[in-house]
């Protein structure tokens, strides 16, 4: 697959697009997003996305061409854009309920808004490992955190698995804001 005209239309997107390849038969009744830098793509996104493909039709591992900094410094990419993306379509060949995305905005809420538009009809999923949850529900990110995640989490419910060491952080956050989830 030719992907760099996708990425360079996705580049210039004013408002948050979502492309999904394969295109799915018929429009899913319920779609997960589970959004990475899959550099590389891992066995904890694969084990996610196959335990998300048991409570929904669709599946997308989406991609962003506009990636968000990591915190902390940050090493050199392992794995070129073509090249990410070839392995996540290796991994979804085959797999009906599993495909690839690619998003021209890189806020988890953003990406939601994207696959509103694109599946109109589907309850929307967001697969999170616990650190995303918690850099998602982190104050820092946002100018106004309840202006952007309150619509996204009116449109999409959440789904975490718990990294190991995440247990007292992640419980403080969703005490916290046990409002939104």
């Known amino acids: 697959m030719r992907w760099k005209p996708l990425l360079e239309e996705l580049r210039h997107a004013e408002r948050p697009r979502l492309i999904v390849v394969p295109e799915p038969d018929t429009e899913p009744a319920s779609v997960a997003l589970l959004a990475g830098s899959f550099d590389p793509l891992t066995v904890a996104h694969e084990a996610m996305a196959e335990s998300a493909s048991h409570g929904v039709d669709l599946v997308v591992l989406v991609y962003s061409v506009r990636t968000l900094p990591k915190e902390g410094e940050g090493s050199p990419p392992l794995l070129g854009q073509e090249e990410r993306l070839a392995a996540l379509e290796r991994f979804t060949h085959e797999r009906g309920a599993l ?30 490992g616990s650190d995303k ?21 009116s449109r999409a419910r959440v789904l975490y698995a718990l990294r190991a060491g995440d247990e007292d952080a992640l419980e403080g956050a969703l005490r916290e804001h046990d409002r939104l989830l």
């Not at 690619?102 to 694109?118: K, M, P, W, Y």
């Not at 949850?133 to 989490?153: C, K, T």
Request: hydrophobic share 55%; charged share 20%; aromatic share 8%.
């Open 133 to 153: 949850l918690l850099q998602l529900l982190d104050h820092r990110w946002y100018e106004d955190r309840d202006a952007v995640l309150d619509p996204m989490f």
């Open 99 to 128: 495909a690839v995305g690619l998003c021209s905005h890189g806020l988890i809420a953003e990406q939601v808004d994207a696959a509103t538009s694109r599946f109109p009809n589907a309850a929307l999923a967001v697969v999170l």
